[in-house]
Nanobody
């Protein structure tokens, strides 16, 4: 069992920045594929970004050039630096860890971008 807990959400004006954090349990965090998804009411959860154990990253087209995913294996923590935020980035952001063939999700953190 892997537990993931997100933090860092909040209210920000358009054009601003926020950094989300995700703490994950487990002694082999460095081997997990980690990622971020987001969801707005009435819509499906959508992929935002992911990072492999080797540090390879992938981004949704909608956030490329604005968001940066990173990880600190010594702290068992995943980050999402969000810059140039837009109102359409408003959503609940979920962290996920893929370990042993299973995907584990956090409870989510709300990000609201005002225009």
């Amino acid at each position: 069992q892997v537990h993931v807990v997100e933090s860092g959400g909040g209210l920000v004006q358009a054009g601003g920045s926020l950094r989300l954090s995700c703490a994950a349990s487990g002694s082999i965090f460095s081997s997990y594929v980690m990622g971020w998804h987001r969801q707005v009411p009435g819509k499906q959860r959508e992929f935002v970004a992911a990072i492999t154990s080797g540090g390879r990253t992938d981004y949704a087209d909608s956030v490329k050039g604005r968001f940066i995913i990173s990880r600190d294996n010594a702290k068992n923590t995943l980050y999402l630096q969000m810059n140039s935020l837009k109102p359409e980035d408003t959503a609940v952001y979920y962290c996920n860890a893929i370990a042993h063939g299973t995907t584990y999700w956090g409870q989510g953190t709300q990000v609201t971008v005002s225009s």
